[in-house]
């Protein structure tokens, strides 16, 4: 068997309203200016306080703890409003992978269990992933505490497994852990990014990613 991990935020799911919108909202609630989109997107896929800690270094830990406080909360009610949409064609690509019965599916994310659990309900996911790591019991990412659960909760060896993810701390995180990376460009770190945080291949739409899949899996 060979494990496809997948990351969710700007791979699987375009959550970057939801995203820009709570951090906006929780650098007001504690009096900073709001930062750039392109800035905050940048952090995408850290662990919620190592993202808070990047964008304001300058304010004192309670501080950052009141910005993360105020970003759960604006995500979760932006969250209960509408869900984040799948990219297109990320549900063909998963439905197809799924049905090969020599492919393990995980999910390895930055989010908590509890928004990575609303996200799977919302888009009807559920059973779709043998193995679900999150922000709650590990490192941030690029370490590669959440990969290496993956495959022991899998009994996948590192040769076996793909990383697919937008960032480079994806693939960072997938080379830490001995795994191959592939990059999707759709997502919120730059083409150039992932080839240089190691990416095997970046793709730049699900049909090409699955049949990149499919290639290595061969």
């Not at 990412?141 to 495959?151: D, I």
């Not at 076996?160 to 001995?178: H, K, N, P, Q, W």
Request: hydrophobic share 50%; charged share 20%; proline share 4%.
């Amino acid at each position: 068997m060979r494990l496809v991990v997948f990351d969710v935020d700007g791979t699987l799911v375009d959550s970057q309203n939801h995203i820009t919108h709570a951090m906006g909202f929780a650098f007001d609630q504690v009096g900073l200016t709001p930062l750039p989109k392109a800035q905050v997107l940048s952090i995408v896929g850290l662990s919620l306080p190592v993202a808070v800690a990047q964008l304001a270094p300058e304010v004192d830990a309670d501080t950052q703890a009141r910005i993360v406080a105020a970003y759960k909360d604006s995500f979760m009610r932006a969250r209960l409003d509408s869900a984040a949409p799948l990219y297109d064609g990320a549900m063909a690509c998963l439905d197809r992978l799924a049905d090969r019965d020599d492919l393990l599916l995980a999910v390895a994310t930055g989010k908590s269990r509890r928004g990575l659990d609303a996200m799977i309900k919302a888009h009807g996911l559920q059973g779709r992933f043998l193995s679900l790591q999150t922000a709650d019991g590990h490192p941030s990412k690029p370490h590669p505490s959440m990969l290496q659960a993956a495959l022991a909760e899998t009994g996948t060896q590192a040769d076996r497994a793909v990383m697919i993810g937008d960032t480079s701390f994806d693939m960072l995180m997938a080379g830490a852990a001995g795994l191959a990376g592939f990059g999707v460009s759709w997502g919120y770190h730059p083409v150039e990014a992932l080839h240089g945080a190691g990416a095997v291949r970046v793709l730049d739409d699900f049909a090409t990613l699955t049949r990149a899949i499919e290639e290595w899996a061969a």
